[in-house]
């Protein structure tokens, strides 16, 4: 396949951070940019090369749910806490590269925005998921 022999059987690992983090694709790679996504009249677009779910055959069956996973876990993880890194700098984008490419290890604080509302959320979801063995007192 393109000059490379590959033989039959080998586990092939698509390498998708590099294609994250090729320039060519993203320009400024490094650098957060959500209008990425963007087209010129504003809609939301998701460049061909925009893989964190692999591609082809062996594409991820649990893009959907781990797309809304995502969303549920991050929105409500913001609209509770204040979060704040207790470095002096952000852990950089280098990572450790092993099954998952995951950052470097550092420590952050969460702050509630409002402990009383936060309160109330865990003892309404509390007594609805776990009605008969957890109790939250606050
Ligand atoms: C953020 C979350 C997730 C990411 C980034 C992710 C990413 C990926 C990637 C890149 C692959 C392709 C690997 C390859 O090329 O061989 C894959 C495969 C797969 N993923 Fe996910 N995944 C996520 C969540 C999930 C969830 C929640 C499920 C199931 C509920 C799931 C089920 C699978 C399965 C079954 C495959 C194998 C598909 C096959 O080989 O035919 N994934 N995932």
């Known amino acids: 396949m ?4 590959i033989p039959q059987g080998a586990h092939v690992i698509p390498h998708i951070y590099a294609v994250h983090m090729n320039p060519d694709f993203f320009p400024d790679p490094e650098e957060y940019r959500p209008e990425r996504f963007l087209s010129p009249e504003g ?4 460049p061909q090369q ?4 692999g591609v082809g055959m062996r594409r991820c069956l649990g ?4 797309e809304k ?3 549920l876990f991050f929105s409500s993880l913001i609209h509770m806490f204040d979060v704040t890194s207790l470095s002096p700098s952000l852990p950089g984008l280098s990572g450790k590269c092993e099954v998952t ?3 470097h290890e550092f420590q952050i604080v ?10 109330r959320l865990i003892q309404a979801n509390a007594a609805k998921a776990f009605p008969s063995h957890i109790r939250t007192y606050g």
């Open 63 to 66: 893009d959907k749910l781990a």
């Open 43 to 46: 809609k939301f677009t998701q």
């Open 2 to 5: 393109e000059g490379y022999t």
């Open 110 to 119: 969460c702050v509630p925005r409002k402990a009383d509302t936060l309160i």
């Open 101 to 103: 490419h995951s950052p």
């Open 50 to 53: 925009f893989m964190p779910f």
């Open 69 to 71: 996973e995502l969303f």
